[in-house]
């Protein structure tokens, strides 16, 4: 019996993360705040209600959910007149000028400073450190704005700011980073934008905009094979234009490029430092002999390896 457990206990998260209310809206093919702003053909098929194709890791996303409970709790627990979406229940609904109505839970509600702020969960803080929130998620905060203006929750004739909070589900960052700022009233018709070549496409059963690039898609997406199976192969070799991809790649070599100035200031000060053993104020430096050793020859086993290197133009 107890080698069935780990069965058992996969099964079970399965079944529950498919019952709940996000799933099920989704299948019921209501687009909520967080599908707008990432990619316009996923939010095409979940509108249609086409069947996911295929099955990406959910545990990261579930780690999220657990985050998003529990720091709520601890926020209402300590500020009792904020609201919280998981406590409080609170469902608002943005109006588009186009007609288009987006419905959804704000996390954090601070009333009394004119805020709404949405938690999110990533793992690690660098890249959030160098480019801030994404469109995805400006556009989700700011249609729960627009939604809590519109109940009075909000009071649109003061400024209201609208803000994310990250937490690292690593655990090795332990400070969250909060990003904060004025309500962009000129958001909203980009945002309706977005939303309307949705609409276009599901009512003229067209193809909209797929967003996310080939290779990230197949990664994250429960509709890759659904929504690229049948599109022909690009050669490897094709133009970059992403920006998702293309920030990612500069972040890359920065970190190449950090990690090779780290080694020779190793070096250089090494160095310098040879044959000293003291302490600072901070630290300790001394010098071990490390006894010689033999390895034995081992296979190493084949592997992939990314290679990024300036192009010979």
């Known amino acids: 019996m107890t080698n069935n457990y780990k069965e058992l206990i996969q099964e ?23 599908d707008i702003g990432f990619c316009r053909q996923k939010a095409v098929l979940v509108t249609r209600q086409v069947p996911p194709s295929d099955k990406t890791p959910m545990w990261a996303a579930n780690v999220g959910t657990a985050i998003h409970s529990y720091v709520e709790l601890a926020l209402k627990t300590i500020y009792p007149n904020w609201l919280m979406g998981s406590i409080d229940h609170i469902k608002v609904e943005a109006h588009l000028p186009s007609g288009a109505k987006i419905s959804g839970h704000p996390d954090i509600v601070i009333p009394s400073s004119n805020t709404v702020l949405d938690i999110k969960t990533v793992n690690g803080f660098e890249w959030t450190k160098r480019h801030g929130p994404s469109q995805s998620h400006k556009y989700q905060r700011h249609l729960y704005a ?7 929750i909000l009071d649109p004739t ?17 400070e969250p980073i ?68 293309l920030s990612a790649i500069d972040m890359y070599i920065a970190g190449r490029e950090l990690e090779n100035e780290g ?25 071990v002999t490390v006894g010689a050793s033999k ?12 290679d990024v290197r300036k192009r010979r133009i």
């Open 158 to 174: 003061q400024p209201v700011y609208v803000g994310n909070i990250y937490f690292d589900r690593s655990g090795k960052e332990q």
């Open 12 to 34: 079970a998260l399965s079944v529950y993360d498919g019952s709940s209310p996000r799933t099920q809206q989704s299948l019921d093919g209501i687009l909520g705040p967080s």
């Open 178 to 245: 909060v990003f904060c700022e004025l309500f962009d009233p000129s958001l909203t018709s980009e945002i309706d934008r977005w939303v309307s070549d949705v609409i276009y496409a599901v009512q003229n059963g067209e193809d909209s905009a797929r967003d996310v690039a080939a290779a990230v898609c197949e990664q994250i997406c429960n509709f890759f094979t659904v929504c690229r199976g049948g599109l022909p192969e690009r050669d490897n070799q094709e133009v970059i234009t992403d920006d998702y991809l």
């Open 295 to 306: 390895v034995e020859s081992f296979d190493r086993p084949g592997h992939e390896r990314m």
């Open 263 to 287: 080694k020779q200031m190793k070096k250089e000060s090494g160095e310098k430092l040879a044959g000293i053993n003291g302490i600072t104020a901070t630290h300790q430096i001394r010098w």
């Open 146 to 152: 627009m939604g809590l203006m519109r109940e009075g």
